[in-house]
């Protein structure tokens, strides 16, 4: 459906560097990344706002360089939302459909139903500046809908919103995405969003294509340190291949030999990357002697987040894990307590080692 081939954009003193990625027809396709990374120039590059220095931007497999913006049916939802202030929320809607001559009793009847499909038809008559953001942001997503885009982008739609309202604006998102078959891209830096939604995500950092393929692959696979760090993964070590196990190798890390569901020659240099939620805290009594990757440990800290706890854990190395609040008091756990923790070998990625390092890589 969308697809940059070698796209190169220069604005200033930033450059996205030949981007190469392809979003398929009614996917949820998220790109990801730090503040400056280039997001949002991609998805203007995508509406035509951009031209490309070097490559090709194609729509259904047609190069659309010289397809006007308003050619391409397309609509960008931008996290200032852009409504006209002079216009009430019923003629921001309509405005699209009076660009396209849309007749006047057609354009009545859409406008009241994408306003009743998003909860706002009492504000048809409002401005805008008398409307809280995520009221704006419903008027700016219906404004979008209403011309029957065949590919919506998103500019950090949920960034002004407070968590009651992004917790609703998500469900609309997820509603609209599977009522409609949209192919929708969606440009943000909260990896809970793309949790969220997403069916296939892009990593860009510093104007470069760092990642791509499905969402739990990007989140559980990262190619690298600085993908992994802002993908989440709370657990990232240094180590050492030292031997091989059944269907992987054992890395050494500070003071654990850990398998791997991943394979590397001995005395490779390895990244080894552990999601807190795949660590598992049980009874100090609880480890079996064939048991893979299970050691004794100390709860070190519980750090409260908003719907779990974050265990920091000492075992060798210092490890996080996951507990929701049910069973820390359930397992009465609190700090000092000597516990046993586990993972799966499957639950351990490791690469080889960022060639950024000082370490040596094998």
Do not use: W
């Not at 560097?17 to 120039?41: M, Q, W």
């Not at 440009?187 to 969220?196: D, G, M, N, Q, Y």
């Not at 480890?287 to 519980?302: H, L, R």
């Not at 210092?318 to 397992?331: D, G, N, V």
């Amino acid at each position: 459906m969308i697809e940059f081939e070698n796209v190169s954009v220069t604005l200033g003193e930033f450059r996205l560097n030949e981007l190469s990625i392809r979003v398929k027809k009614g996917d949820y396709y998220f790109i990801i990344g730090p503040s400056g990374a280039g997001k949002t120039i991609i998805l203007e590059a995508i509406a035509g706002l951009h031209h490309p220095d070097s490559g090709r931007v194609l729509i259904d497999g047609e190069d659309v360089s010289g397809v006007p913006p308003e050619k391409r049916k397309i609509a960008l939802v931008y996290q200032d939302y852009s409504l006209f202030p002079h216009m009430s929320v019923g003629d921001n809607v309509a405005f699209g459909l009076k660009l396209q001559k849309i007749p006047k009793r057609e354009i009545e009847s859409r406008v009241d139903a994408v306003l009743c499909r998003f909860g706002i038809a009492h504000l048809k008559d409002r401005a805008p500046y008398t409307m809280s953001g995520g009221e704006q942001q419903r008027v700016a997503l219906a404004r979008a809908l209403v011309t029957e885009p065949d590919i919506l982008l998103l500019d950090e739609p949920l960034s002004a919103m407070d968590q009651v309202n992004r917790d609703k604006f998500v469900a609309d998102l997820r509603a609209i995405h599977r009522e409609n078959c949209l192919t929708i891209v969606h440009v943000t830096h909260s990896r809970e969003e793309a949790l969220s939604l997403a069916t296939r995500v892009a990593v860009i950092i510093d104007g470069t294509l760092e990642q791509e393929g499905e969402r739990d692959e990007v989140f559980r696979k990262p190619p690298n340190r600085r993908v992994g760090r802002f993908v989440g993964i709370e657990n990232v070590f240094e180590g050492t291949v030292t031997g091989t196990g059944v269907g992987g190798s054992v890395v050494t890390v500070g003071g654990c030999n850990i398998r791997t569901g991943g394979a590397m020659p001995d005395g490779c240099r390895v990244c080894v990357f552990i999601r807190a939620a795949d660590v598992s805290v049980r009874r100090a009594d609880m480890i079996a002697d064939d048991e893979y990757n299970c050691f004794p440990a100390k709860i070190e800290e519980i750090i409260p987040r908003e719907s779990y706890y974050l265990l920091g854990i000492s075992c060798g190395i210092s490890l996080y894990a996951l507990a929701t609040e049910q069973e820390i008091k359930e397992k009465g756990l609190v700090p000092g307590q000597s516990v046993s923790v586990s993972f799966s070998p499957t639950a351990v990625h490791i690469t080889r080692e960022d060639t950024s390092s000082s370490s040596p890589s094998c």
